[in-house]
């Protein structure tokens, strides 16, 4: 284990010094516990005293589709609120009659639903909370609903709306009170963030406007624009928060705690559910890049430089944190640096 660790920590040293992100913070584990973790670089370059923490808060991007649309679909699920392969505009009014209503919350969650690739929310329908709902519920169809596997944003909007519309309560408030409060994830919670926990967030893009770069803000424009609250991306979350989370799904029925969601919701989500088509998807997580099946490693990642890793089969979770972002948007140095960080981890 010595041995990893000191080639996981040459590898994310190297990262720093490359500039492929300030700094990084990484753990990895069992059902049971922590069994390697550390940071490396600097929390905000232009303050180059300041080192990266394990308590540094991270701006977790689309790892909010996991934290809280995946979560709380599982919950709903799980209780019975909701079948996954029942037509939308057989039971939600809002979508019934529209393109949508012919859709299913699994193709959704599969990505292949083929709603629009892109949210381009604001150009569309403007900046009223309610436009923008009722202008992605109602919009036309991209493609033929199973006709192919394409990663959409608006997968895990819709589905945040669908959760709201199911719970009665507004997402933030549903992921908390399901997933968040339950599985000890005090840090973890939608932004803005209030001033003492944006003091400890690392630093993403360089915002145009301000000239200085976002922290504590959301560096997704679609969450900027729904409030900081939307199912794409908005939450905050430090690492030992992620290592809780991922070490109940490890374990769910062995745990001290419980979530809404449980061990039928997370083994159905880590299975391959698309068939022949590529690329492979289970519900929202997806086969670790460069990874068979007898591995059973499954991932996530997140667009400002975050990433989760698990797999039920070798009893083994990694998280790697970075805010690439603040350096580049070019997703190839940091992609590379994952894949070794994740062979690593699970060795």
Same mark, same amino acid.
């Given at each position: ?5 000191d080639r996981i920590e040459a590898l994310l040293d190297e990262g720093v010094r490359d500039k492929v992100y300030p700094g990084a913070v990484w753990a990895f ?56 392969? *029942? +037509? $939308? ?6 979508? /019934?009659?529209? %393109? !949508? @209503? ?66 009665? *309560? +507004? $997402? ?6 399901? /997933?968040?409060? %339950? !599985? @000890? ?32 803000v959301a560096h997704d424009f679609s969450a900027r624009l729904l409030d900081g609250v939307c199912g794409i991306a908005g939450v905050f979350t430090v690492l ?26 997370? @083994? ?40 989760m890793w698990i797999s039920p089969a070798q009893d083994r979770w990694a998280v790697l944190l970075t805010n690439k972002l603040y350096y580049t948007r070019d ?17």
């Open positions: 284990m010595t041995y990893d660790r584990g069992d059902a049971t516990g922590t069994l390697a973790q550390g940071t490396t670089g600097v929390l905000d370059p232009d303050e180059p005293d300041v080192p990266m923490r394990i308590d540094t808060v991270f701006d977790a991007a689309s790892l909010t589709k996991i934290l809280a649309v995946w979560s709380s679909i599982g919950a709903l699920w799980e209780d019975g609120t909701l079948v996954l392969d *029942q +037509p $939308l505009g057989t039971f939600w009014q809002e979508v /019934t009659g529209h %393109p !949508l @209503g012919a859709v299913t919350a699994q193709q959704l969650l599969t990505h292949t639903a083929g709603v629009p690739l892109r949210a381009q929310l604001k150009n569309l329908y403007g900046t009223d909370p309610y436009e923008i709902r009722r202008g992605v519920l109602q919009e036309q169809l991209h493609r033929t609903p199973g006709e192919a596997v394409e990663y959409t944003d608006r997968a895990a909007l819709i589905l945040g709306y669908l959760a709201e519309h199911l719970s009665g *309560q +507004p $997402l933030d408030q549903l992921a908390t009170t399901r /997933t968040w409060l %339950p !599985l @000890g994830m005090a840090s973890t919670r939608f932004g803005a963030l209030p001033a003492n926990l944006a003091a400890r967030c690392a630093p993403t893009e360089l915002d145009q406007d301000t000239d200085t770069h976002l922290k504590g030992d928060d992620l290592a809780a989370f991922l070490r109940y799904m490890l374990a769910p029925a062995a745990s001290r705690f419980r979530a809404g969601f449980g061990s039928e919701w997370i @083994g159905s989500s880590l299975t391959i559910l698309t068939g022949q088509l590529q690329p492979a998807r289970g519900l929202f997580w997806h086969p670790a890049p460069g990874t068979t099946a007898d591995e059973d490693a499954w991932v996530h990642y997140g667009f400002t430089g975050t990433g997703r190839a140095p940091l992609t590379d640096i994952r894949n070794t960080f994740r062979g690593l981890a699970f060795a």
